[in-house]
């Protein structure tokens, strides 16, 4: 299995004659990178309806509804969507708590010209509100490569051209219903498929979908209903030869995870549970944690995210993409950051016509023939934002600079 992290574990050899970070480890290109003069700065908040509402254990969803960052300079205009929900169902934070964290606290510590390096440090003095970091960290970044003219995965050291495919199904009412869905999915090509999980719809829901599918890669995401006394009922999803768990526990814990690891032979991923690099460590050198769902939205962004990928793969952890059902804007920015090595399992990376009828950008994300998606090539995020797409689906939108 892969190897656990001890507390003595020195990470990623350091390179002789190589400037290194406080860890001692090479910094990542981004982290000297630099600021871009910023001219304007606007929030946007849209409203997207989903084309089929969206359940997990907590929360079901029948839109999406956020903040876009918005930030001008230069000529270019770069974009940063934030990833938490108008409620605290399935993260502490919210879109009302994004807005003011990063316009009263965020935004006045940006300075045209420092690294984003530097930037990362002073962000640091702010605790917590990782969403909110990372709204703005992506809207700097996008508009950093676009000033440059090139793609995003070329700030971030990716080389990959197209990514796997992953889709996540919401809980469904009956097991058949859940088959019909992962029919659909399988015949579309995606690589693997994800099934969202709670008491009450779990073993037999993965018992039906595993008869009619016996060698499709399935996983279940239970977001944090189980207790760590659901141990046994727990264990009878090893039968089922699914890739891992996901977060069955709850959404603040290591400790339990890694007690019930020891009671599974099927894996457990954490996604919650993972705010920043320090909690990937914890989790790992704990045993709870053997794949990491990686949600650059979620842990502070994309330098963040290169950190917690690298700290992984040093300690032999699979490493996949999670989604957080985004616009156009937001998939494409977790497509750039799947291009750098070391995501080694399909994310949750699926088409747009999966969730919306209409999206704010084109082109739209989409398979190709073998279920790969391609990397958009254009500057920044890829993809363009449409005028009168983004007018018709904006329910508010106010000036922060």
């Keep these: 299995g892969p190897r656990r992290a001890r507390r003595d574990d020195p990470g990623p050899p350091r390179r002789e004659g190589a400037e290194v970070n406080a860890e001692g480890a090479a910094p990542f290109p981004l982290e000297s990178e630099r600021v871009p003069a910023i001219e304007r700065i606007d929030l946007v908040l849209v409203r997207l309806p989903f084309v089929h509402p969206f ?59 420092l690294t984003f390096g530097e930037l990362d440090t002073r962000f640091a003095h702010v605790r917590g509100n990782r969403m909110a970091k990372a709204t703005l960290e992506n809207a700097l970044v996008d508009l950093a490569a676009k000033a440059k003219g090139v793609p995003l995965h070329e700030l971030l050291g990716g080389t990959r ?23 659909a999915a399988v015949e579309k090509g995606y690589h693997r498929v994800k099934m969202k999980v709670k008491k009450g719809k779990d073993v037999d829901y993965v018992a039906a979908v595993r008869e009619r599918f016996p060698d499709v890669p399935l996983m279940v995401d239970a977001n944090g209903d189980y207790r760590l006394e659901d141990a046994a009922h727990l264990a009878r999803l090893d039968a089922f030869g699914l890739t891992m768990i996901e977060q069955p526990l709850s959404y603040s814990d290591f400790y339990e995870h890694a007690a019930l690891q020891r009671e ?33 939205g979620r842990v502070g962004g994309l330098l963040e995210s290169l950190r917690i990928l690298r700290h992984a793969v040093a300690c032999g952890v699979p490493v996949w993409s999670g989604g957080m059902d985004e616009t156009g804007i937001g998939r494409a920015v977790n497509i750039h950051l799947q291009t750098v090595e070391g995501f080694t399992l399909p994310g949750d990376t699926s088409e747009t016509s999966r969730y919306f009828h209409e999206d704010l950008v084109d082109p739209p994300v989409v398979l190709d023939a073998e279920g790969f998606i391609e990397v958009p090539e254009g500057p920044g995020f890829g993809a363009t934002v449409v005028p009168d797409r983004l007018e018709r689906l904006t329910v508010g939108s106010e000036r922060l600079r």
């Design 161 to 183: 051209k197209r990514i796997p495919s992953g889709i996540s199904l919401g809980i469904q009412e009956t097991p058949a219903d859940l088959v019909r869905e992962v029919a």
């Design 264 to 296: 599974l032979a099927t894996p457990l991923c954490l996604d919650e549970s993972i705010h920043d690099l320090a909690d990937a460590r914890a989790a790992i050198a704990l045993g709870g944690c053997r794949i990491l769902n990686l949600k650059q």
């Design 55 to 113: 359940s997990i254990s907590s929360a079901t969803w029948t839109c999406k509804e956020t903040y876009l960052l918005r930030v001008e300079g230069g000529g270019v205009v770069g974009w940063g969507e934030c990833v938490a929900d108008p409620d605290p169902f399935y993260a502490p934070e919210t879109t009302t708590s994004v807005r003011h964290i990063v316009s009263e606290f965020l935004l006045p510590l940006v300075e045209p010209g």
